[in-house]
């Protein structure tokens, strides 16, 4: 009994193995069409009165300017060329100082590199366990060997909700500026990236003090970080 139980886990997760490789190949040059995010924002639109509709338009790597993914970079991970998908270095420094913050009733720091959030946005969606975080570490380091820094980025910037229903950097630049992927400015682009964390709480071309801080210090951290090419 012990061994049909043993050979049916190694043939599950031989089976997961094989799907979730091919899946993350796949992407490597097929775009995906949807996230688990987009569908649990229309699911819950009803209740919300928010959009019941997804705008969201895929554009390659070269239709976005370059002071786009610099600006994210500098926003959410400017250690995004050097890491393997997982700052543990940034991870382990967040839990220490969320034992203090937490007593102090302050929210607790995140670490999430863009890697993570894109493992997260494509194949497992907003939810948390324990499961799930195992679950992100493994496409974490899958999505990094197959698809590289530069996949990795633009799928990042064509699916990340930039908005009420709207998703990905076409649609994102033209709601918020009127303006394409390939001529918004600088400034434009530290404002968006200022707003990622919760764009459907912030604007960025009505901008409150706190994202206008938040951009310009966004805007002296781009110069000094690295993207691909």
């Not at 699916?159 to 009127?178: A, C, L, N, P, R």
């Amino acid at each position: 009994m012990l061994k049909l139980v043993l050979l049916w886990l190694l043939r599950t997760l031989l089976a997961f193995i094989v799907f979730t490789v091919t899946v993350v190949a796949i992407f490597r040059i097929v775009p995906p069409a949807v996230t688990p995010l987009m569908v649990l924002r229309l699911l819950q639109a009803p209740f919300t009165g928010k959009s019941l509709f997804v705008k969201h338009h895929w554009i390659s790597w070269t239709e976005i300017t370059p002071s786009m993914p610099r600006a994210v970079v500098a926003g959410e991970d400017a250690g995004f060329m050097r890491h393997a998908g997982i700052d543990w270095k940034a991870v382990n420094n967040a839990k220490r100082a969320n034992i203090a913050r937490v007593r102090r009733g302050k929210p607790p720091l995140g670490a999430s590199t863009i890697t993570m959030q894109t493992s997260k946005n494509v194949f497992l969606g907003p939810w948390r366990s324990m499961i799930r975080k195992g679950a992100e570490v493994y496409f974490v380091y899958l999505t990094e060997a197959l698809w590289g820094k530069r996949r990795i980025l633009e799928i990042y910037l064509n699916m990340i909700e930039w908005g009420d229903g709207v998703y990905g950097i076409h649609q994102g630049s033209k709601t918020w500026f009127g303006v394409s992927p390939t001529t918004i400015t600088a400034d434009q682009a530290s404002y968006m990236a200022a707003i990622v964390p919760n764009p459907r709480r912030f604007s960025a071309s009505n901008p409150s003090p706190y994202v206008r801080r938040k951009a310009s210090w966004i805007r002296g951290r781009m110069r000094g970080v690295s993207v691909p090419k």
